[in-house]
């Protein structure tokens, strides 16, 4: 079974600063997809930024990135320019292509402080 | 946001009601799911359903039910109501293609008295 592990149960940045989220997974399938998913409080959870497990290259979406060690099974997420609305928890999770179900971490609580 | 959508959102209700949550998507979605999810802590799924008459449970064991007879909804129903099941529910859509992502509602939090 694979297994999604969030070591950070709240993190904080000052707005304009860089923020790095930790996510660590387990899964012996070779073929499987990551997400960074956001909820902010009391809206719906969006999707942040989707990494491929065959895609070498780290997928980056405008301020936020993603750092995938394929080998140490870590794709940590970095925000830049970290901003008031990006306040929200961030959940990673792991697909496995033919599964069709998320498995998701225990979720990172980010606060900016203005 | 996503064209999925859920109601009620909030609500309480005593012990030994039968309760029904909504969730319906306009994307024409095959996927749909249910996840419960308490208080900032990681969501579960707890049923999910590939098309019209399929339903399995999920990884999460749970003493609701699901039915799909549309595509575009999917009810999820306690049929006697406790203070366990107090949480969170979020149901969720998606194409179901390699890597697609999945579409969330708002959410319902229901409170069991």
């Known amino acids: 079974a694979q297994t999604v592990t969030q070591s950070q149960p709240e993190m904080s940045v000052q707005e304009a600063e860089t923020v790095t989220l930790s996510c660590t997974y387990d899964?012996?399938?070779?073929?499987?997809?990551l997400f960074w998913y956001k909820q902010p409080p009391s809206r719906q959870m969006i999707l942040v930024i989707r990494?491929?497990?065959?895609?070498?290259q780290n997928a980056t979406e405008n301020r936020f990135s993603v750092n995938f060690q394929k080998a140490a099974k870590s794709f940590s997420l970095k925000i830049s320019d970290s901003q008031l609305g990006d306040a929200a928890m961030y959940f990673c999770?792991?697909?496995?292509?033919?599964?069709?179900?998320?498995?998701f971490g225990q979720g990172t609580r980010l606060t900016i402080n203005p | 946001e996503a064209d999925i959508y859920q109601t009620p959102r909030y609500l309480v209700i005593g012990t030994g009601k039968k309760i029904t949550l909504e969730c319906s998507q306009t994307?024409?979605?095959?996927?749909m799911y249910w996840y419960q999810q308490d208080p900032g802590m990681e969501l579960h799924l707890i049923h999910y359903s590939y098309g019209v008459n399929s339903t399995e449970k999920g990884d999460l064991s749970s003493e609701s039910t699901v039915s799909r007879i549309r595509t575009e909804h999917f009810p999820l129903t306690l049929e006697s109501a406790r203070p366990s099941h107090t949480s969170q529910y979020l149901c969720?859509?998606?194409?179901?293609?390699?890597?697609?992502?999945?579409?969330f509602g708002p959410g319902t939090r229901l409170t069991v008295t």
């Open positions: 990494q491929e497990a065959y895609k070498q």
């Open positions: 999770a792991c697909l496995i292509q033919g599964a069709q179900k998320l498995v």
């Open positions: 969720a859509s998606g194409l179901g293609g390699a890597g697609t992502e999945q579409y």
């Open positions: 899964t012996s399938e070779s073929d499987y997809y």
């Open positions: 994307m024409g979605h095959d996927k």
